[in-house]
């Protein structure tokens, strides 16, 4: 599987609750999106800035989401979203008590 965290500079005019709002709004682009096992959203409104974080099955659903999403929210914010791209051989989730242990997915 593979980690994502996407970041994303804020326009100075989002305020507390819209940021919320949009947050709120962007549910549904997450439920049942192929390959998406979790997603977290996230700001710091003093740094003005948004993060997500991602677990994926594979890189090439991760990249087939961002290539059809990074247009919109650039239109939607001025901003194109960076991001970040780790293998994730290891997750534990202490609320269903669950732990995955996986090949490297390189090998």
């Known amino acids: 599987m593979y980690t994502v965290i996407t970041r994303l ?9 819209m940021a919320k709002k949009h947050m709120e709004d962007s549910i549904p682009a997450y439920k049942g999106c ?6 977290y959203i996230g700001c710091d409104l ?3 800035q948004a993060i997500g974080v991602y677990l994926w099955e594979s890189r090439e659903q991760f990249e087939t989401y ?3 999403v990074s247009a ?3 239109a939607q914010t001025g901003t194109v979203p960076q991001y970040e791209i780790f293998e994730t051989p290891v997750i534990v989730d202490n609320k269903s008590d669950e732990v995955i242990i996986e090949p490297f997915p390189r090998g």
């Open 9 to 17: 500079q804020l326009p100075p005019h989002i305020t507390p609750e």
């Open 34 to 39: 192929p390959g998406l096992v979790r997603k």
């Open 46 to 48: 003093e740094a003005r």
């Open 66 to 68: 961002f290539a059809r």
């Open 72 to 74: 919109m929210i650039q």
